[in-house]
């Protein structure tokens, strides 16, 4: 089934420990890809996004993600943590033959331990 | 700007009465999206407008969900009559032009006893 995949629910990182948030997707073309944080009782902040070009992107909050075509993934990266970055992510697509709709995955929650 | 403006910030109200949210898109957005959050489903997109116009309604869960959007600054999502299981977060979001990223409102908490 085309889905969006973030295989970890929970993740917990001490602080200024570097973090990998996973994400895979499911859809024939490569669709546009985003990444959204989430604080409790808050709305989704756009952290970054993929359309084309260089597959190394750089984000808000010192974020970055990597887009690999051959692994359908969309990683999203942080050197070091800080505890303010406890927060739920994530990741998003929009597929090519879907027109304008937002595929979430389900999200991932980051712990920050001290 | 402002961003996206959604009112009220919570509502709670009894089994069967009608519930109205409201959202402000961004100013010069597109398209509007309304989306619910729970623990079990997570987020869900019930239906988007691109220039006041409904495009995609297959996500809203039946009947008693209805949405409009009678200009380019304003729309509601409505539920008549409220169950419990509609207890959620509705999110209002707003984009530029097709595939963009979307911006988010805060959301409404819905609680309905």
């Known amino acids: 089934a085309q889905s969006v995949t973030q295989p970890d629910i929970h993740i917990t990182v001490s602080e200024g420990a570097s973090l990998e948030l996973r994400c895979n997707y499911s859809y024939g073309a490569t669709p546009y890809l985003f990444w959204y944080v989430q604080s409790p009782g808050q709305g989704l902040q756009l952290l970054l996004k993929y359309f084309s070009g260089d597959t190394l992107v750089q984000g808000i909050k010192g974020f970055e993600a990597e887009f690999k075509r051959s692994q359908s993934s969309f990683n999203l990266r942080k050197p070091s943590v800080h505890w303010s970055d406890a927060a739920e992510y994530f990741c998003a697509v929009v597929p090519m033959e879907y027109g304008n709709k937002l595929v979430f995955g389900a999200g991932t929650i980051l712990r920050v331990k001290s | 700007d402002a961003g996206v403006i959604q009112s009220p910030r919570h509502e709670v109200t009894e089994m069967g009465q009608e519930v109205t949210l409201r959202c402000k898109p961004i100013s010069g957005h597109d398209y509007l999206f309304w989306y619910r959050q729970t623990m079990m489903r997570g987020l869900e997109l019930l239906i988007y407008?691109?220039?006041?116009?409904?495009?995609?309604d297959s996500g809203m869960p039946e009947d008693r969900f209805s949405a409009k959007m009678p200009n380019a600054s304003f729309s509601t999502l409505k539920i008549q009559p409220s169950e419990p299981r509609d207890s959620a977060v509705y999110f209002c979001?707003?984009?530029?032009?097709?595939?963009?990223?979307?911006?988010f409102g805060p959301g409404t908490r819905l609680t309905v006893t």
């Open positions: 407008f691109n220039n006041n116009v409904p495009i995609d």
């Open positions: 979001a707003s984009s530029l032009s097709a595939g963009n990223e979307q911006y």
